[in-house]
């Protein structure tokens, strides 16, 4: 194992040390490996940042993917949207979160705020 760790300066460089981290993957913390894959991770992770930014979730996303993580229904959307047909509208992109939908959605399911003020994606036009 090479024990010089460098910048990521290049794809060349990129792929490089991603192969490196799959080699080390599953180190033991506190080894010479496992500081080795630290490292990398965080300079793979600089990178990525860096020249693959995402774009924060759609807000209508965020809260389907929330809501199948929690194994929630459409109904237990009911007290933080409103109605069931509100709910719906929200679901299908025909009405926009409310203010007061944003703050409980927040508090109740710990969506950011900042991700759910976004425009949806298809209202954003």
Do not use: C
């Not at 290049?10 to 496992?34: F, H, I, M, N, Q």
């Not at 759609?58 to 509100?86: H, N, S, V, W, Y």
């Not at 992109?93 to 944003?102: C, E, F, G, P, T």
Request: charged share 35%; glycine share 4%.
């Amino acid at each position: 194992m090479k024990n010089n760790v460098k910048p990521i300066r290049d794809e060349k460089d990129y792929e490089a040390a991603l192969a490196e981290v799959e080699r080390l993957w599953g180190a033991k913390s506190g080894t010479p490996a496992g500081d080795r894959l630290d490292v990398l991770a965080t300079l793979i992770d600089a990178y990525e940042t860096m020249h693959y930014p995402m774009d924060p979730p759609d807000p209508i996303e965020a809260i389907k993917f929330r809501m199948e993580q929690q194994g929630l229904t459409r109904k237990d959307l009911e007290p933080l949207i409103g109605t069931r047909t509100r709910v719906a509208e929200v679901l299908n992109r025909k009405r926009d979160l409310s203010i007061a939908m944003i703050r409980r959605l927040h508090r109740a399911l710990g969506i950011s705020a900042e991700v759910l003020i976004r425009p949806s994606r298809d209202r954003a036009a």
